[in-house]
């Protein structure tokens, strides 16, 4: 499967973005999706992910209550709202997929990556 994010952009401490995270070349409800996240110098991070239906989701401690992760299988997309965005939210953000249906947190889970987009918050 082929996925391409976007929706990235410089935002205001407080504001808010939408990432969208498009598939293609293979069943999309097949996959268990997931949204990362890496800041200069830092390593890949998990930030949320959703089941293959979209009934199940988990967050990151430092994102819940302020992100949401959806999807909608007959678009093939998955997408990640972020409100209240923080200075400590930059970073490139990634979608991934995952073959196997039990949501991980791990990089290592996840068989299929996004290019990233670029996400900056000023303060």
């Known amino acids: 499967v082929q996925l391409q994010a976007s929706g990235g952009g410089l935002v205001q401490a407080g504001g808010s973005l939408r990432l969208s995270c498009a598939a293609s070349?293979?069943?999309?409800?097949?996959?268990?999706m997931g949204w990362f996240r890496q800041a200069p110098g830092k390593e890949r991070e998990f930030v949320a992910a959703?089941?293959?239906?979209?009934?199940?989701?988990w967050y990151a401690d430092s994102v819940k209550g302020r992100f949401t992760i959806s999807r909608d299988n007959a678009k093939n997309t998955v997408y990640l709202q972020m409100n209240s965005l923080k200075p400590e939210d930059t970073a490139v953000y990634y979608c991934?997929?995952?073959?196997?249906?039990?949501?991980?947190?791990?990089?290592?889970?996840?068989?299929?990556w996004g290019q990233g987009t670029q996400v900056t918050v000023s303060s």
């Open positions: 070349g293979r069943t999309f409800s097949n996959y268990v």
């Open positions: 991934a997929a995952r073959t196997q249906s039990n949501i991980v947190v791990g990089t290592t889970g996840y068989d299929y």
């Open positions: 959703i089941s293959r239906s979209g009934a199940h989701t």
